[in-house]
Antibody, heavy 118, light 112 residues
Framework: QLQLQESGPGLVKPSETLSLNCIVS??????????WGWIRQPPGKGLEWIGS???????YYNPSLKRRVTTSVDTSKNHVSLKLTSVTAADTAVYYC??????????WGQGTLVTVSS | QSVLTQPPSVSGAPGQRVTISCTGS?????????VHWYQHLPGTAPKLLIY???NRPSGVPDRFSGSKSGTSASLAISGLQAEDEGDYFC????????????FGPGTKVTVL
């Protein structure tokens, strides 16, 4: 059974960079069928797609976040990473790691809450 | 504001049938993009319930069904059970703004 587990600091200061990792177990991140993505949900609000990455490194991002987002894959460690720069309180959210099959998510991580506050 | 709209909540007694609507526009559902549904129970990771408008992944009971028409889609839960209580949200793709995955705000299902 595929499992995705997000990890990273739960508190980030304004203007700093949010960095998260997603460890994938029970399957290889290098499978050609899938993209790996990040999705977030601010408190009391709906889900927002952040971006997706292919195992070979190809990416596509939400235009509203594109200037601040970088995703990467490490096939040797079977993990995906997210970096979001110049964070503000508006970036406070539960961040989910996800596997995308086509245009839908077939597996989600449990999510990790990141709070932006000084 | 979510690009897709859903009712905030629906409720039903055990055994009843409830439906959740997901309304979009001509740049997403109306443009022909499929709708997918997810179940998010408290304390768990979201789970894929329906993909491609009406397809159930292996292991999802046939009590869950999906449909799509025009700029809207629906998720139906028949034979409602206590363990179905949770949040349900829809997702599609939107061709505006360069092409992005979009989500509904979620609907809270309460089993009375």
């Amino acid at each position: 059974q595929l499992q995705l587990q997000e990890s990273g600091p739960g508190l980030v200061k304004p203007s700093e960079t949010l960095s998260l990792n997603c460890i994938v177990s029970g399957g290889s991140i290098s499978t050609s069928t899938y993209y790996w993505g990040w999705i977030r949900q601010p408190p009391g609000k709906g889900l927002e797609w952040i971006g997706s990455i292919y195992y070979s490194g190809g990416t596509y991002y939400n235009p509203s976040l594109k200037r601040r987002v970088t995703t990467s894959v490490d096939t040797s460690k079977n993990h995906v990473s997210l970096k979001l720069t110049s964070v503000t309180a508006a970036d406070t959210a539960v961040y989910y790691c996800a596997r995308l099959q086509g245009l839908w998510v077939d597996y989600w991580g449990q999510g990790t809450l990141v709070t932006v506050s000084s | 504001q979510s690009v897709l709209t859903q009712p905030p909540s629906v409720s039903g007694a055990p055994g009843q049938r409830v439906t959740i609507s997901c309304t979009g526009s001509s740049s997403n559902i109306g443009a022909g993009y499929d709708v997918h549904w997810y179940q998010h129970l408290p304390g768990t990771a979201p789970k894929l319930l329906i993909y491609g408008n009406s397809n159930r992944p292996s292991g999802v009971p046939d009590r869950f069904s999906g449909s799509k028409s025009g700029t809207s889609a629906s998720l139906a839960i028949s034979g409602l059970q206590a363990e179905d209580e949770g949040d349900y949200f829809c997702q599609s793709f939107d061709s505006s703004l360069g092409g992005i995955h979009v989500f509904g705000p979620g609907t809270k299902v309460t089993v009375l």
